[in-house]
Each structure stands twice: as structure tokens, then as C-alpha cells.
């Protein structure tokens, strides 16, 4: 079953997904660790093997000249139509509609003359921070079906962590949860919760590659301290951060559990655990992810007076 997926505002985020969906419809065979943790993990998606329920014709929009060049560079020869300021037509030749421009722009594109008519009867996903299924569904025709989904820029290379908000009832068994469910499974790992939780589904991981790549830089900073060779540091850090977090998604594993289980009494792992207790570590962190689920429920949304 062949479809049009057109990506509103092809920008990293669209990139992203399509470049994370057009490989994986070219190396279906090819099994990522993301979707062996789908299978295994119970709340999480786990994907039909066939590639049937992902988009057949990829339309990707955006507005100026550059960025239309950038992805007729980006994308392999002929896999994705790159329109320029043709968001209508894009929309009205596709069969489901990707929103990833920014927060504050959706309901000018939403409002386009002629856009209520190209979206009839069409499945509208967001992906957009703040943005509610409320507003995008005032927007929208009665007859858009509107989700709202939150991946993260590891899309790119199918190690993705997506929400999906809960599937309205009409949705549950029919044919736009299979197109939803796979388009993200197919590039990385996929839970559903409810749209309650977005905001701050956006700030851990949504947002959480910036905070991670912090973390990896800092710790390549202190191994260039002591050291060693800026790459070589930036692969140890990259690669430990890799390991220690697919250990963490392991069935029954624990973080403290991996934690505790690196920390030789007397040895220089506690040394380094309290110092980085000393610099309130934990707290900074877990502030960080509350302070940005607030600043993503402001996004969107009319600017306070
Ligand atoms: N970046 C991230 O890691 C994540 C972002 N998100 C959400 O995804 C959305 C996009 O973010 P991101 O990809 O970073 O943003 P970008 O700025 O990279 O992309 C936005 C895209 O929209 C296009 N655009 C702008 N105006 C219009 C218009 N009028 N019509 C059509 N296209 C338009 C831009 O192209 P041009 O300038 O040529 O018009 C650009 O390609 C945001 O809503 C964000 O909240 C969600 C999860 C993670
Ligand atoms: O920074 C932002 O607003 C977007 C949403 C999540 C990641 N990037």
C-alpha cells in the first residue's frame, strides 16, 4: 500500500525522519539494535518487518532557495520532491502530512489559503514542541486526523526515541496507527503515552542529545586534560556513553546497578563519582530537563502580555 508522505518544513527534523525512513525502506534487512528493544520491551512498538506501511513518494517543503538546495544535496537522487514555497500543492498530493516547521510558524501554514481543503480527510502528525493536539485540531478540518509525535535527531541514523501521543479510539485498529507506528519504528524506538507527558517527553528526550553530547564533550574535555589525543577522547567518551546506555536498556538492568557495579572499593571510580556528587551533578541535570519541559509548554503558544 503505496502513500505520499509530505513533509511540512524540511528542516533538521524532517531531515532527519525522512533520511532515517528512505533507509530504511532501502536496508529493510538491515536489524538495529532500536527495533530489537522495541521487540523486547513491553509497552513499545514492535514493528512489522516489511517496509509496506512506510510512504512510497516523499514530498519535503520549505520556503527559500537555499534550504531547496541543500536538500536536493541531502537526499540520494530522486527519492525526495523538493518543493519551494508550495506547501498547498504539497499537501494537497499527499496522503499524510508531516508538520516539523517551527512552533510558532503552524498556524500560518495551517491557515494558507487552500490548505483546509488539501487537508480533508488527511492524518496531520506533529512534531512540533508545545503545540497541542487541541490547537493543531482548531486549525485543521473536523475530517484531519491530528497526532502529535516527539522523536529526536537520532532519527537520522535509526536510533531514534520517539513518543506518540495515545491514538484516539477511531485510530486504535486502523490503517494510520500502522502508518504511524511504522514510520517511527522504522527509525528507532517508539513509545505511546499520553499528551499529558509531551512537554516533558520534549525536554528528556527530545531535547536530550544536546544534554547527552554536553556530558560526552566534558568528558572528552577532562580525558584531553590528562592527555590524550582529542578523537581518541572523543570516541572513548562517545562509545563508553553508547555502551553504558544500552547496559541501562537491558531487561532488569538498573543504572545504579551498572554504576555500583564499575565502583571498586577504594578505587578511582568512587574518587570520581563524589566529585562529580560535589558539583551537584544529579540536581543540575534533572533541573535541566525541568526547566526545558517548562520553556516547551510555552512554545506555541501566544506570547504572555
Ligand atoms: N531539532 C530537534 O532536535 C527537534 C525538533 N522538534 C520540533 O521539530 C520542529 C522543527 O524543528 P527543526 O527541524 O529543528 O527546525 P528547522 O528550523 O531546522 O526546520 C524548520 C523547517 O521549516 C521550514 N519552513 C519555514 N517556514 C516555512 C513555511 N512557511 N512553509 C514551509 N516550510 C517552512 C524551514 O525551511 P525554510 O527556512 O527554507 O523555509 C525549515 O526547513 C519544531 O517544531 C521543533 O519543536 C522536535 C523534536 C526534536
Ligand atoms: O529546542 C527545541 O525547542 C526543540 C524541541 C526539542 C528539541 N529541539
Redesign the pocket.
Known sequence: MGYTLCVLGCG??GVAITSGVLASIHAPALVLPAAKWNSHTPGTFTPDPSTSSLPSRFIACVTRPESAQKLDLTFPRGQVEVTLGQNVKSVEEADVVLLCCK?QLAHSILQEEGMKEALEGKLLISI???VTIAQLSDWVPSTTRVIRA?P??PCRIREGMTIVSTLPPSMTADRDRTILLQIFSSIGRVRILDEKHFDAC??LS?????FACIFLEAMADGGVMMGLPRAEALELAAQTLQGAARMALQPGAHPAQIKDSVTTPGGCTIAGLLALEDGRVRSTIARAIQV?TE??SE?GQPAKK
Open positions: 533538521t527534523m512552533p512540533l514542541a508545545g516527539m529526536n535527531t520534549t525536554a527530545g531535547s536530550g542529545p544536546a526545558a520553556r516547551a512554545l
